[in-house]
């Protein structure tokens, strides 16, 4: 069993990444139980949401805001902005791209749920704003760019392709695949992040690709989903 992470986030005092399949799909609370367990972490302070493939965010910076969260009974959002301390957060995915995006102060950490709906609509670009909002216009913003499909693997037709900017397509024998990963950094470093200071992992970690350690909806068409968490200490 592994965690994908950057070792950043824990220096600031955030436990953070994503999850390899081998806990289980993170539709079970049993295996979410068990992630948390595995790292000492009450899994009783892990929040949830009910993601729709948008760009809004759940903030939970206050006493006041995780009471608001409780009062909820749905929590329709697809990215975190996490701030309060012994709080943590939790994110689906198969094939989406896991998103950390934190100011180097580690006072606030985003974490979104980015497939290429919630990137053609700016979820990226969003979460790093929000950040930079609470951290102050000064404040030196890092990202971290979890397991996701890659443009090896993320053939799209041209309605979805003319989403995205012309550097986010590759075109290979008679076919277009979207590069997700290029298409959030553009809009990171459009926000502002630096491009040094993003994490963007390695082609080997293709969800698609790499069926030993991910779910993907694209090659299993199940419903089994990676889990992607932050956790302030």
């Not at 069993?1 to 609370?29: E, Q, S």
């Not at 580690?106 to 919630?118: D, I, K, M, T």
């Not at 590069?179 to 993003?198: D, F, H, P, W």
Request: aromatic share 8%.
């Amino acid at each position: 069993m592994k965690i994908f992470a950057d070792g950043r986030l824990l220096a600031l005092g955030i436990t953070a990444g994503t999850a390899t399949r081998h806990f289980g799909t993170g539709r079970d609370k049993e295996n979410v139980k068990k992630l948390f367990d595995s790292l000492n972490i009450d899994h009783q302070k892990i929040l949830g949401i009910n993601q729709t493939h948008g760009t809004d965010i759940v903030q939970i910076i206050t006493e006041k805001d995780l009471e608001e969260y409780q009062k909820n009974q749905t929590h329709n959002a697809d990215a975190w902005l996490l701030g309060k301390k012994e709080q943590g957060v939790l994110i689906l995915t198969a094939d989406c791209a896991p998103v950390f995006v934190w100011d180097d102060k580690g006072r606030y950490v985003g974490l979104a749920h980015c497939g290429w709906r919630g990137v053609a609509a700016g979820l990226p670009a969003k979460i790093a704003r929000e950040v930079k909002k609470r951290a102050g216009a000064g404040a030196n913003l890092q990202a971290f760019i979890g397991p996701h499909i890659k443009a090896c693997c993320f053939e799209v037709r041209q309605d979805v392709a003319q989403k995205f900017p012309p550097q986010a397509r590759v075109e290979r024998g008679g076919k277009i695949y979207i590069n997700l990963t290029e298409a959030v950094v553009m809009q990171l470093t459009g926000e502002g992040v630096k491009e040094k200071e993003i994490n963007r992992q390695n082609p080997f970690q293709c969800t698609m690709c790499n069926k030993e350690n991910f779910f993907s909806y694209r090659r299993d068409k199940t419903r089994d989903v990676l889990m992607s968490f932050a956790y302030k200490i």
